[in-house]
């Protein structure tokens, strides 16, 4: 796909979604109403860069495509893409994509970062074109984390469909079909389920919050950066794969999930997890902590593109 791409809302994932268009050689134009938003964008572009470099830059890729409009409306004027990233919240949304619809080209996707506004709420604020709307679900950091949930509401094209799936997977991102508007889409569900039973363990005094988090980190979550839970436990059945996994392990699972508890966010649990973080990061530089981890990161996806048997 050849042209200009708007990025609307240039906070913490709509800078990082023009930093991943600029990548990919893409001019960005950006529309942020906060005062000093192209500052700031512009200088989470450029601390994305040396990590896009380091994974590889389109022909023709520049710091220097990248402008800014204080009009939402002439920043889609041109658009063959939208990307809208502005604040969680409908109310503010609704003149937003009310007036990128009116004034973006016919055939331009519009696809909503939205993790938790269902599509075909975002399309009925799109009465010109509603069939061009879906979300385009991302993860922080999105210039590394190459998951996208694309989201068709209820009246959303095939077409659109497929431009917004073939320009995810041109940036070298991973795309996944969400065939059903579920709140939460799929991957925060299943965060979700997770951190409800996390939540659970550390109120109960089963672990602290940094036993749960190295149970993981340490743990499963790093054979599922690179099979997905699923695919592991079709390995760990041996040779039977996931039948024999699931006959022999099912039952004793079943228990397991049937014996997972509840847990709603108290004040005194959310002080309990509160404090147990901070508890865990005394003493650790942050900001040295998310170098790491983006550097980390970017050496896993260098490593993963060259595993051509990994899914």
């Given amino acids: 796909m050849d042209g200009r791409i708007a990025v609307i809302g240039t906070g913490v994932i709509g800078?990082?979604?023009a930093a991943q268009f600029l990548a990919a050689g893409y001019d960005v134009i950006a529309y942020d109403p906060a005062t000093g938003a192209e500052a700031r964008s512009r200088a989470a572009v450029a601390e994305a860069w040396?990590?896009?470099?380091?994974?590889?830059l389109a022909s023709g890729a520049s710091l220097?495509?990248?402008?800014?409009?204080?009009?939402?409306?002439?920043?889609?004027?041109?658009?063959?893409?939208v990307q809208e990233s502005g604040p969680e919240r409908a109310d503010l949304k609704q003149h937003l994509l009310t007036t990128i619809d009116q004034a973006a080209p016919a055939d331009t996707v519009i696809a909503s970062s939205s993790s938790g506004l269902r599509?075909?709420?975002?399309?009925?604020?799109c009465?010109?074109?509603?069939?061009r709307v879906l979300v385009g679900h991302p993860f922080n950091p999105v210039h590394l984390i190459p998951l996208v949930e694309v989201v068709p509401g209820e009246s959303t094209s095939v077409a659109a469909v497929e431009r917004a799936m073939a320009l995810y997977t041109s940036l070298g991102k991973r795309p996944i079909l969400v065939?059903?508007?579920?709140?939460?889409?799929?991957?925060?569900?299943?965060?979700?389920?997770?951190?409800?039973?996390a939540y659970s363990l550390v109120e109960r005094g089963v672990v602290s919050v940094a036993d749960i988090d190295a149970a993981i980190a340490w743990g499963p979550g790093l054979r599922w950066a690179l099979l997905g839970p699923l695919l592991n436990q079709h390995l760990s059945g041996g040779a039977g794969g996931m039948a024999h996994t699931l006959a022999h392990l099912g039952p004793p699972a079943e228990a397991w999930m049937a014996d997972l508890r509840r847990a709603r966010l108290t004040p005194e649990l959310t002080d309990l997890l509160v404090r147990g973080v901070d508890e865990e990061l005394?003493?650790?530089?942050?900001?040295?902590?998310?170098?790491?981890?983006?550097?980390?990161?970017?050496?896993?996806?260098?490593?993963?593109?060259?595993?051509?048997?990994l899914p």
């Fill in 15 to 17: 800078a990082s979604w």
């Fill in 50 to 56: 040396p990590a896009l470099t380091r994974l590889g």
């Fill in 64 to 81: 220097a495509r990248l402008s800014f409009t204080t009009d939402p409306a002439v920043a889609v004027a041109e658009a063959v893409f």
């Fill in 119 to 125: 599509p075909t709420e975002l399309q009925q604020m």
């Fill in 127 to 131: 009465a010109a074109h509603s069939e």
């Fill in 179 to 197: 065939r059903q508007e579920l709140p939460g889409h799929v991957t925060n569900r299943l965060q979700a389920a997770l951190w409800q039973e």
């Fill in 282 to 309: 005394a003493g650790v530089d942050l900001g040295e902590l998310i170098q790491q981890r983006d550097d980390l990161l970017v050496a896993l996806l260098e490593a993963k593109r060259d595993r051509r048997a």
